[in-house]
């Protein structure tokens, strides 16, 4: 059964960069029939869409974000991982890490969601 | 991008009732590309719908959604104490993917 694990600190302070990953277990990141994504949830918000990664390579990121994030896909370590620079007080939020199917940018499989607090 | 607007923001029903939600984009959704998610206080959404209209795994067919264009609608009938939640449209028609701010179902 196909499970996703989030990590990475809890805590970034401002101006720095936020980096998370995403344990892949129960099949592999290499499959050809996913993406996986990050989406965000700002506490008491709406969900985000972040980008999102074939294994491959290949990316896509939301425009407004595309500046500052980088999502990259380690298939030796079956995980992908998201990187996000510059970080301010706007980017705290709930961090998803996602299955996407092939046939569309919707999430089948969610991670657990791990909360990123940006403060100094 | 599309903007997705869903209304009532929160919905306030008796068990065995029947409750309906709505989704408005601000273009219409290329090939009917919306999905609506469930969220639980505390939980990761969970995929309900696709497709506008296909349901996911693992829900009974109390719950249905429907609509094309701009206009798309998520009912729940004979409402259940876990059918509390929070529920999400997002249109992936068009990039970028975009969500709605969703709406909180409440049972009495």
């Known amino acids: 059964q196909l499970q996703l694990q989030e990590s990475g600190p809890g805590l970034v302070k401002p101006s720095e960069t936020l980096s998370l990953t995403c344990t892949v277990s129960?099949?592999?990141?290499?499959?050809?029939?996913?993406?996986w994504g990050w989406i965000r949830q700002p506490p008491g918000k709406g969900l985000e869409w972040i980008g999102s990664?074939?294994?491959?390579?290949?990316?896509y990121y939301y425009p407004s974000l595309e500046s500052r994030v980088t999502i990259s896909v380690d298939t030796s370590k079956n995980q992908f991982s998201l990187r996000l620079n510059s970080v301010t007080a706007a980017d705290t939020a709930v961090y998803y890490c996602?299955?996407?199917?092939?046939?569309?940018?919707?999430?089948?499989?969610w991670g657990q969601g791990t909360l990123v607090t940006v403060s100094s | 991008e599309i903007v997705l607007t869903q209304f009532p923001g929160t919905l306030s029903l008796s068990p065995g009732e029947r409750a309906t939600l709505s989704c408005w984009a601000s273009?219409?959704?290329?090939?009917?590309?919306l999905a609506w998610y469930q969220q639980k206080p505390g939980q990761a959404p969970r995929l309900l719908i696709y497709?506008?209209?296909s349901r996911a795994t693992g829900f009974p067919d109390r719950f249905s959604g429907s609509g094309s264009g701009t206009d798309f609608t998520l009912n729940i009938t004979r409402l259940e104490p876990e059918d509390s939640a929070v529920y999400h449209c997002?249109?992936?028609?068009?990039?970028?993917?975009?969500f709605g701010r969703g709406t909180t179902v409440e049972i009495k």
């Open positions: 996602a299955k996407l199917p092939l046939d569309g940018d919707y999430v089948d499989l």
């Open positions: 129960g099949d592999s990141v290499s499959n050809i029939n996913y993406y």
């Open positions: 990664i074939y294994y491959t390579g290949g990316t």
């Open positions: 273009q219409s959704v290329s090939s009917n590309y």
């Open positions: 497709g506008a209209s």
């Open positions: 997002q249109q992936y028609g068009s990039s970028p993917p975009t």
